[in-house]
């Protein structure tokens, strides 16, 4: 990501005479520059939002150059492993965008109108914003004024769902002024902008959660006519990251955290993802003997939700033998690009054989082949013996046939007790969230069931905090110094699980850290 120089934004005018030079006397076409754009757009959301955690891609593809970008980008999603849809109103009736468009339906692509879209798109993961370009004057008209109006209305929609969508757009987000950005207060808030060739003056006002500049495509001659500041493109990537990360409020008010700290987990897993982190999943495991001596080991998270954290693994290798042991553990995350860190504790249990089986079917073969033949911890004479292994499970299984799952390999879950969220400063004066599970159990007859909106406890009033099927009461906040800040809370968790005439209720507290 290039962040220490300063890179050059173009004028409406600029963009405009930059086009016609590329087209003009350096030969190239509308379809080739097309090509580049919509495969630097695609390039840009695989880096970030990965097909596996963001599958369902909506296209939103306006009549013009940028449409055709968003038809092209639709077409390479595809072929990385997308779940494509396609919104193109008022299409363009020349040679190439037809042509565009018969590639989409070739890939069986479906094209969805406007009416059919579903409410506040909440059956996608990523919306691509590729309705109007640079060259764009005046107001939107019908239907784009109402397409472009309930994309700008999403991110409120989002948050009082907390749901994770996220909304692209390429070059210019529909709705914006090129030189002035968002002038009304209306237009599409992207989290993610695609700049091509380079970014427009508007982009200055972009505040989301990254930025990239794609179009590989700028010859010196045109460098250096118009004095362009760009970064390096590194190896063969069509895009780059510019700009900054979005910066952590290392000031954040007790009132601004999350009361569910899954929810509060989920915010910071994304922020980490949007820092451009490589593997932001990765977790340290640490583990111990029945005489706890411990061990500590990275892993990958496959998947996280309110049973827990989820990872796989060979059930013979150490960590495995150890869980059988102990199945006290706990799981360090580390994002060093935003000075955090959270840690959870607490009981590891192997999922079902059917989850296990679930996530197995999604591997790749070439990776899932590799725990059928490896013994993990165990000692080898060399690395040729796993490589003859490998080969002949292979010709066991040839291509087209099932690789079954070993016996030996499954997913584990962490169980949470307890959360601690770090936030460093560089004033070392951190921030410290502690929350701790104490389980009990109660049984309460259904329909003798009253829960209001306050309560008076023992400690003092607290308030409820509604989460999903759950109910989180605040009960305190206290500070201390000395070197860290340490906020602390204490909370009361109702889950509400109703299985016939009984309710189970599970409390839990935050302590100081």
């Known amino acids: 990501m290039e962040d220490e120089k300063p890179i050059s934004y173009l004028t409406q005018q600029q963009a405009a005479e930059i086009d016609e030079l590329l087209v003009g006397p350096l030969s190239f076409t509308i379809d080739q520059l097309m090509e580049l754009g919509g495969l630097s757009v695609a390039s840009a959301i695989a880096e970030v939002y990965r097909p596996n955690e963001h599958n369902l891609v909506l296209v939103i593809c306006g009549p013009g150059n940028n449409g055709g970008h968003g038809l092209v980008a639709a077409r390479h999603l595809h072929h990385f492993g997308y779940k494509l849809f396609v919104c193109y109103p008022n299409r363009n009736l020349k040679p190439l965008f037809t042509g565009l468009v018969t590639q989409l339906d070739s890939l069986s692509i479906p094209f969805l109108s406007i009416e059919s879209l579903p409410r506040e798109y909440l059956n996608f993961d990523i919306i691509v914003d590729a309705i109007f370009s640079f060259s764009f004057h005046g107001n939107p008209k019908p239907p784009f004024d109402n397409l472009i109006r309930s994309l700008a209305s999403l991110r409120e929609h989002y948050q009082e769902r907390k749901k994770s969508r996220f909304v692209v757009s390429v070059d210019i987000p529909s709705g ?4 002035e950005g968002d002038i009304t207060g209306d237009g599409i808030k992207p989290d993610m902008l695609v700049s091509l060739t380079a970014p427009k003056l508007c982009a200055k006002a972009f505040l989301g959660s990254y930025h990239f500049l794609g179009g590989r495509f700028i010859p010196p001659f045109i460098v250096q006519k118009y004095k362009l500041r760009l970064p390096p493109y590194n190896g063969t990537s069509m895009c780059v990251q510019i700009g900054k990360p979005p910066r952590t409020n290392l000031k954040a008010r007790p009132e601004n955290v999350e009361a569910d700290p899954f929810v509060q987990f989920k915010k910071w897993l994304d922020d980490a993802a949007a820092a451009g982190l490589k593997e932001p999943k990765a977790v340290s495991l640490s583990t111990a003997t029945k005489d706890g001596k411990p061990s500590s080991r990275v892993v990958l998270l496959k998947k996280f939700d309110r049973r827990g954290f989820v990872w796989c693994s060979n059930y013979g290798s150490r960590k495995g033998r150890e869980i059988s042991e102990n199945p006290h553990a706990s799981l360090l995350f580390y994002w060093n690009i935003l000075n955090r860190q959270v840690r959870v504790e607490g009981f590891v249990q192997k999922v079902s054989n059917e989850e296990s089986e679930e996530y197995f079917c999604t591997r790749p073969r070439e990776i899932k082949i590799v725990p059928a033949v490896s013994k993990t911890s165990t000692e080898i004479s060399g690395r040729e013996i796993l490589h003859q292994q490998c080969k002949e499970l292979e010709e066991k299984y040839p291509e087209g046939t099932t690789i079954p799952r070993p016996v030996n390999w499954g997913g584990y879950r962490l169980v949470p007790e307890s959360f601690e969220f770090w936030q460093g400063d560089e004033s070392c004066v951190h921030l410290r969230l502690f929350l701790s599970f104490r389980f009990c ?36 906040v206290y500070f201390t110094r000395c070197c860290s800040l340490y906020i602390s809370y204490s909370f009361e968790l109702i889950f509400l699980l109703f299985l016939t005439s009984s309710v189970y209720l599970f409390s839990s507290t935050f302590c100081r850290g």
């Open 176 to 179: 914006w002024h090129v030189e």
């Open 441 to 476: 159990r109660i049984y309460i007859n259904c329909k003798n069931i009253h829960l209001s909106s306050a309560h008076t406890h023992p400690h003092g009033c607290v308030c409820f905090f509604v989460c999903g099927d759950e109910w989180w009461m605040l009960q305190h």
